[in-house]
């Protein structure tokens, strides 16, 4: 029966995470001795070289506390996620995430996986990828530690245990899988298809301080939510964070359901849902009726916009998975006609210099749609 344990925790205080942690996985009936010995992978969000008070990448207190409990079974840890080469710079990465400090504490191992040694997994469930690319090194681990941070995203909706495993694929196979999911529904398949053939023991969401709004990255913005959420499933993770955030339909929840990965009434959940005031992300299919979505989706879809902040570090240029950015005359270019809306040029750049909007005429279209539902929800039209 898969398990969902829910924490209230309104701090980044190591004991009481560690206390918290150890709790929980007594309610989901998880054996920590069960990896005396073995190799463990603490997998968690390292979007890019962000500040933990940005509430983008999984905190680093969060992560220690959690480290230390698989310390008391096991030296043989390692923190880890894949790079993009969009940045190139991984060591700043480790380093400003907080996650080097943690591993020189612990005198564990930090990695950053790169595109080599690739091998090719399989599921009959899967629907768009049949066969998907991971790191070889990740079939070493006995046991993947899922930690992800709860996050909005503009592209899924929801960043939760299952869209975090997509950082087990290396970043050149990331971009291909961008180009075939150029569209949620597609993006959030292929995140299923990922997850069907991975699907980590244990899931530990860094849900204290999240990120609501145009997530996954700076256009998103720190909210508490006090809750971390531990479970042997990450199917039924996300499917709690989902409604403790008042999320009605995230894709990948829904995929999964589709294909039978898990059954609803199957899962058991301690601990007492609260509902959160969570600003969802301003993506078309939330924040308009279906009618409208059909007929003026290229219209209202916020897009990517360059900015005064634009340091022509190229970051955007090599994220782009459609290669739709490209320098002209010195000023950053994005070709409407090639965006696929993935927004990783949003949540790569590190100087925020990519905003997310809609054009003059997407805003007249929102504000007929709210005056003619007369619903205007959580503050999101902008």
């Known amino acids: 029966m898969p398990t969902v344990s829910i924490k209230e925790c309104s701090e980044y205080d190591k004991n009481k995470i560690k206390k918290l942690v150890l709790e929980s996985l007594k309610e989901i009936k998880f054996d920590l001795k069960k990896y005396r010995n073995k ?37 043989k840890i ?17 380093e400003t995430t907080g996650m080097n400090q943690v591993a020189k504490k612990l005198k564990i191992k930090t990695e950053m996986f790169k595109a080599k040694n690739i091998i090719f997994l399989k599921s009959e469930k899967n629907q768009i990828l049949k066969q ?15 930690m992800p ?6 592209l899924t909706g929801l960043t939760g245990a299952i869209k975090n495993i997509f950082g087990l694929v290396p970043s050149y196979y990331k971009r291909e899988y961008h180009i075939k999911g150029n569209t949620p529904k597609k993006f959030s398949s ?3 298809d990922i997850y069907n053939v991975i699907q980590p023991k244990l899931n530990i969401i860094d849900g204290i301080v999240a990120l609501e709004g145009d997530g996954p990255s700076r256009a998103g913005k720190p909210i508490k939510i006090n809750v971390i959420l531990t479970s042997d499933n990450a199917i039924a993770s996300d499917l709690i964070a989902a409604k403790i955030l008042g999320f009605e339909n995230v894709l990948t929840n829904q995929f999964a359901l589709e294909r039978n990965l898990i059954d609803k009434k199957d899962i058991k959940v301690i601990g007492e849902i609260k509902l959160k005031n969570f600003e969802k992300p301003s993506h078309i299919k939330q924040v308009v009726a279906p009618f409208v979505a059909g007929l003026f989706q290229k219209l209202v879809t916020k897009r ?3 900015n005064k902040n634009c340091k022509k570090c190229l970051t955007c240029l090599k994220a782009c998975p459609a290669k739709a950015i490209s320098l002209k005359n010195n000023n950053i270019f994005i ?17 925020n210099a990519i905003e997310l909007k809609r054009s003059w005429l997407g805003k007249k279209l929102i504000n007929m749609h709210d005056k003619m539902f007369k619903k205007v929800k959580n503050g999101r039209r902008k």
């Open 132 to 146: 998907v690319a991971i790191q070889s090194e990740i079939k070493n681990f006995d046991l993947i530690v899922n």
């Open 78 to 94: 390692t923190i880890a996620d894949s790079s993009d080469q969009a940045y190139g710079r991984d060591d700043k990465v480790l």
């Open 39 to 75: 190799k463990i992978l603490l997998k968690p969000n390292l979007l890019g070289p962000f500040e933990p008070k940005e509430a983008i990448t999984t905190h680093p207190i969060f992560m220690q506390a959690v480290a230390e409990i698989f310390k008391k079974v096991t030296n």
């Open 149 to 154: 941070k709860l996050k909005t995203h503009m």
């Open 304 to 306: 990517p916009y360059v």
């Open 190 to 192: 292929i995140l299923v």
């Open 335 to 351: 070709n409407k006609n090639k965006c696929i809306l993935c927004y990783c040029c949003s949540e790569l750049c590190p100087y």
